[in-house]
């Protein structure tokens, strides 16, 4: 069963942007923060964009600042991720993490989706 599901990666040109979503299952309840990391090929997964998903601060990475946006529907237990003006770095395999506040607190990753910037 699949409990968090990301969409809308795909390929890009620099210059260009992509939305990604990520919808977890209503099952994920006392959701308190959604990241987006990714990975790039050869390296380590790193945070790009975090929000608290009640009261909606954001944080984000330093390469991707005043380029992504992160927002997040409350009730359709889902997040986006707007990319703007994309570089070939950006390239990689994007994931979302609902990190719920349950006892004992539990993540639930998504299975990932590719975005490429490529000319």
């Known amino acids: 069963q699949v409990q968090v599901a990301e969409s809308g990666g795909g390929l890009a040109q620099p210059g260009e942007s992509l939305r990604l979503s990520c919808t977890a299952d209503?099952?994920?309840?006392?959701?308190?923060?959604v990241g987006w990391h990714r990975q790039a090929p050869g390296k380590d997964r790193e945070l790009v964009a975090a929000?608290?998903?009640?009261?909606?601060?954001?944080n984000y990475g330093k390469s991707v600042k005043g380029r992504f946006t992160i927002s997040r529907d409350y009730a359709k237990n889902t997040a986006y991720l707007q990319m703007t003006d994309l570089k070939p770095e950006d390239t990689g395999v994007y994931y979302c993490?609902?990190?719920?506040?349950?006892?004992?607190?539990?993540?639930?990753w998504g299975q990932g989706t590719q975005v490429t910037v490529s000319s």
């Open positions: 993490k609902f990190s719920s506040g349950t006892l004992p607190p539990r993540d639930y």
């Open positions: 929000i608290t998903f009640e009261e909606g601060r954001t």
């Open positions: 209503k099952s994920i309840t006392r959701v308190y923060v």
